[in-house]
């Protein structure tokens, strides 16, 4: 998996720089956005103060009528000239009232709420907003009025009866000399914030103190009052503040946006008025975020190029993770799967470790392990079966060590019995022939595939051998197994007793006919599977296992041993001048039928190696050749008491 | 020297005087400039401005102190009239109560910072504020509604007499008792003359000459 988790290191390792970039790209987002909404907040700031001056000089030019009118002038020169100390005569003041009124309502969207006209001494005479007038009042102290009376035009801001006005204020002139003054006031309310908050395109208030006047947002991203006005008490104890200085941007409604406050110029500066500029803020604060921010130019400012490789890199990266999930894991997995299933279906006998991956094999071996301990603890009665002693099986090969009983001689016996020669064995029989049964009569002989096996216990009974049929034709790999002859039934033997019928072992399914002692379907160690396949064919054209084998005969408990063909006999005859190789190879194919034979009688093979089994097996020929003077030995394999067992012939020239 | 013209009688007399009052005296600009100043101020283009001129009339104030011998001491009434203090500068007697009545046609906030109790409160339209003064001293007392609204208030211990001045510099003290007294004029903030009188009973006192007055240097 080391691919695999190279990739996902590399693609975790990519995320996360996608997420430190993105967290760069929100940081500097962030900072740029503040940046730019900073200066935009400016660029408010000095747009609305250009609007309140024009609008102040657009006041100042509406109210020349009101100090050019002959009603006007006439009305505050008599009231300029009256003796001191006297009131205002209502005969003046009533008419002076209408003509303001009139006057003011000519302006239309440019009239005031707040109209004065007063004397050379700045002294009301009429007024329009202020009823009733106090006696003698004046308006001569306030710098508005006091510059208008010596000449001036001018404009000013005043905070009247818990109220700001914008004033504008003209000298009245009438014969070349001063006779009173017009002062012109529009309330600074909603309506005036609605005008310039849809000028400018953000959020506007005019405060007094840390209280909201009037206000206006635009329809998106606008503030309510109370949420820009939350920064003003303690913006307005700040010194800075109170100098006439404009604020810092400061955060406004949880950060939502930011605003700017500025004081007004004017006299009511001293009263703490001002206005506050507010415009939403955009903080990036998830991918969610960013998204909202992309724009169909932005989309469309994507190259072609561009877009190909966000799409095309991504799909060769997964298809990349997955080619090494299929490599790394996916194979992997399905051979052990498949091993597994023909393990379970029976179709194998063990796994092969060696064909899997690492992790794989562990597996394998371990079920191998699990299924020897079964093999050893669990099916048929009797004790465990502990792992292959060759000693045990094969005999000491010290030259203190007797002849094994297993190998055919008993014990005690000064001489071995006269082996019997080996009854000439019938041609092997070719694939798909017609198999001919060894020592079979000719009466006995099947005429065809088709016929009838032949009474096999009846051929027994009739010469004096047990017969089992023909064994399959392997895929011939040197000289075909030599079983053993039969022992002669009229050689009494009690060491050698009629071998017993092989018990019921556990076959596997498998086996079509199973003759022991012959390297066959069963892949035996070291066997290839072409082998295996080859004598799979061949047993499938033989009979049964048992089929003309009385019952009485696994009575005895006996396994005999298939006669060996009489051209195989006299191609063993002796060594020949490459007797070791030929040595080395009986020993090898010997070696595969014993383990092969373990496995069907459900024996452990752990241990066994075809080393240790060769010295073993070429120390017993050496004793038995020096002892009998044989020319050579040959051993064969059979099932003894349900256990394999190898038995010794000695071959004489 | 003065020569001073006594009236004989035992009765409290008027006493008349003037003040000479510099032409280029100009009033001083406000303490605040930026955020007060306006968008726009223009001369008409049609009669040619006036050059500032003090108030003398709001802004000066003489009085007489001294041992009073009879009648009682003056009460400390002033105004807030056309937009500011009535006169601005204002002399009280110690232990008096300051009484501002408001006639001007909007709301007023005075304010001293160095008079306990005399903090901003709205005056409404025809009403008055009314502060007890413990000690004497000079005080500045504002508006905190109107910067231009600036008043010194100046508390002595033997206020006998306050003036009624002109806006040519005539002033005139009405049924002075016969006495030696201390003629003091205030201009805002500074004692800017004063001399030492002797009014006879029964004899209109009036100064020849007109005060001259001790006017600080412009900053």
Redesign the interface.
Known sequence: MLLSRFWYALLVAIAAIAAMFFLLIQASFNRQYDKSLQDQLSRDRDELGLILRVDARMQLDSISGFAAHGDVRQKLRAASGRNAGTEINEELREPLTQTLTRLNAQLEAGAGELVFAVDRAGTIVAAIGVDPIPENSSLGAFPLVERALAGFVRDDVWVWNEKVYRMAARPVIDGGQYVGAIVHGKEVNNAFAERISRAIGATIAFYEGDRILASHMPTEGGFRAEEIGAPLAELVASEAFQAGDPSEPTDIAGARGRAIFVPLQGSAAYSRVGYAVGRPRTVLTSVGDLIDQVTLDDLSSLSGLSTAMLIVLPILGFLLAMLWVFIERDRPLGKFTAAALELGEGKAERLKPAGFSRRYRKIGEAINQALDRMAETGGGAGAARKPADLDEILGSTSGESQAPSFFGFAEGESAPPEIPSIPAAPAAPALGGIPKTPGVPAEFAKTSPDAPQPDLAAVGAATGKPVLPEPPPAVPKGPPPVAAPAPPAAAPNPAAAPLPPAPPAKKPAWAKGTLVGVGMDGPAAGAGPLQASAASSALDSLPPLGAGLDDDDDDDGATMVANVPQELLDAAGGPEPDAEQEVDRHFREVFEQFVATKKQCGEPTQGLTFEKFGQTLRKNRDQIISKHGAKSVKFTVYVKEGKAALKATPVKA | MLSLVFASTAAAVPITGSLRVPSNLAPET?P?D???????????G???????RIDVR?EMAVVLVGDLTAGERPASNFQL????LQPSTMVAQQGTTLRIEN?????HELQSEAIEGFAPLTTA??NARTVPIPETGSFEVT???????QGHLHVVSNLVARATVGADGRFRFADVPPGTYTLKAFYRAHEVASREITVEDGREFALEEPVALSLPEAD
């Not at chain 2, 049609?46 to 500032?52: A, G, I, K, L």
């Not at chain 2, 006639?103 to 709301?107: E, G, R």
Request: hydrophobic share 20%.
């Open positions: 406000p605040r930026a955020p007060t100043s306006p968008n726009w101020e223009r001369p008409n049609v009669v040619d401005t006036r050059p500032p709001r009239h056309g937009g500011a006639t001007d046609a909007c709301s339209p025809g508006d905190r509604l109107y910067g231009h609204v």
